[in-house]
Nanobody
Framework: QVQLMESGGGLVQPGGSLRLSCAAS????????MSWYRQAPGKERELVAV???????TYADSMKGRFTISRDNAKNTVYLQMNSLKSEDTAVYYC?????????WGQGTQVTVSS
């Protein structure tokens, strides 16, 4: 059974940092592209960052320089390090696994940036 379990969300002050984790099981993690998305209240889900199976990374423009995506294939886990957080980063963050037409989503973890 495919599972993606996000963790690491919470409440943080503006300018703070959080590291999100997404633990995967039930599929060959190392073959999949992994990505993080987020959805703020009243807004559409948007792409945050992608890391391909080979390690290439790409980011949405508003996250470049502040967020870092990484993966540990030995632990079947993808991470999102988020620094210099802003109130507009408040959202539910989801991880997604993609390989060709196969796609799996996690349940999401809430990140709230507020003083």
């Amino acid at each position: 059974q495919v599972q993606l379990m996000e963790s690491g969300g919470g409440l943080v002050q503006p300018g703070g940092s959080l590291r999100l984790s997404c633990a995967a099981s039930g599929f060959t993690f190392s073959r999949y592209a992994m990505s993080w998305y987020r959805q703020a209240p009243g807004k559409e889900r948007e792409l945050v960052a992608v890391i391909l199976a080979g390690g290439f990374t790409t980011y949405a423009d508003s996250m470049k320089g502040r967020f870092t995506i990484s993966r540990d294939n030995a632990k079947n886990t993808v991470y999102l390090q988020m620094n210099s957080l802003k109130s507009e980063d408040t959202a539910v963050y989801y991880c997604k696994a993609t390989l060709a037409r196969s796609e799996h989503w996690g349940q999401g973890t809430q990140v709230t940036v507020s003083s």
